[in-house]
T-cell receptor, first 114, second 112 residues
Framework: DGGITQSPKYLFRKEGQNVTLSCEQN?????MYWYRQDPGQGLRLIYY???????QKGDIAEGYSVSREKKESFPLTVTSAQKNPTAFYLC?????????????FGEGSRLTVL | DAKTTQPNSMESNEEEPVHLPCNHS???????IHWYRQLPSQGPEYVIH???SNVNNRMASLAIAEDRKSSTLILHRATLRDAAVYYC?????????????FGQGTELSVKP
């Protein structure tokens, strides 16, 4: 079945360590996104990519990095520079970037910094 | 993107209709109205979207006020699986899809 796969589902990290969250899609979508969600809050955009080898910062990109070397993959690295990394991270994709398009989300990765 | 206002929470009984309101008084003529919902510990899923006319799909109906300053998501017969946070979002024709702005949404609880 087509969809978005995020891994790992749960991740624990010590302070000062970088961690990479995986996001893979087999929907043949051009656009991919990373959002962060804190308890009781809505989603905030970290990075998005409209095409391979190109990506743009969202509203809260500081302390994060991404790459888009393949259409299917958009990994997110949470660096030690991110001051408060404990959160629920959601990856999404869409066929295009028009205003009527639908975003498809993965099941999320929950990161806890100890 | 223009801002939306939704009640923090609502309750419904199973098998009864649910009307989830959304105010968007600063909506522009090119803004589409989107609804997503998020079940606990899952990613959001698309529900429905519209521009001016009312819309129906297998999941829900979207009723848009004539002046477009408000809209209502209608679940015709709530089930326990409809318990989720529902987000009302405005999407401008000119802005990037990635800049979808999710507010706090309405947490819907469904009682058996």
């Amino acid at each position: 079945d087509g969809g978005i796969t995020q891994s790992p589902k749960y991740l624990f990290r010590k302070e000062g360590q970088n961690v990479t969250l995986s996001c893979e899609q087999n929907l043949n979508h051009d656009a991919m996104y990373w959002y962060r969600q804190d308890p009781g809050q809505g989603l905030r955009l970290i990075y998005y990519s409209q095409i391979v080898n190109d990506f743009q910062k969202g509203d809260i990109a500081e302390g994060y990095s991404v790459s888009r070397e393949k259409k299917e993959s958009f990994p997110l690295t949470v660096t030690s520079a991110q001051k408060n990394p404990t959160a629920f991270y959601l990856c999404a994709s869409s066929r295009g970037t028009g205003p009527t398009g639908e975003l498809f989300f993965g099941e999320g990765s929950r990161l806890t910094v100890l | 993107d223009a801002k939306t206002t939704q009640p923090n929470s609502m309750e419904s009984n199973e098998e009864e209709p649910v009307h989830l309101p959304c105010n968007h008084s600063t909506i522009s003529g090119t803004d589409y109205i989107h609804w997503y919902r998020q079940l606990p510990s899952q990613g959001p899923e698309y529900v429905i979207h519209g521009l001016t006319s009312n819309v129906n799909n297998r999941m829900a109906s979207l009723a848009i006020a004539e002046d477009r300053k408000s809209s209502t998501l209608i679940l015709h017969r709530a089930t326990l699986r409809d318990a989720a946070v529902y987000y009302c979002i405005l999407r401008d024709r000119e802005s990037q899809m990635g800049k979808l702005i999710f507010g706090q949404g309405t947490e819907l609880s469904v009682k058996p």
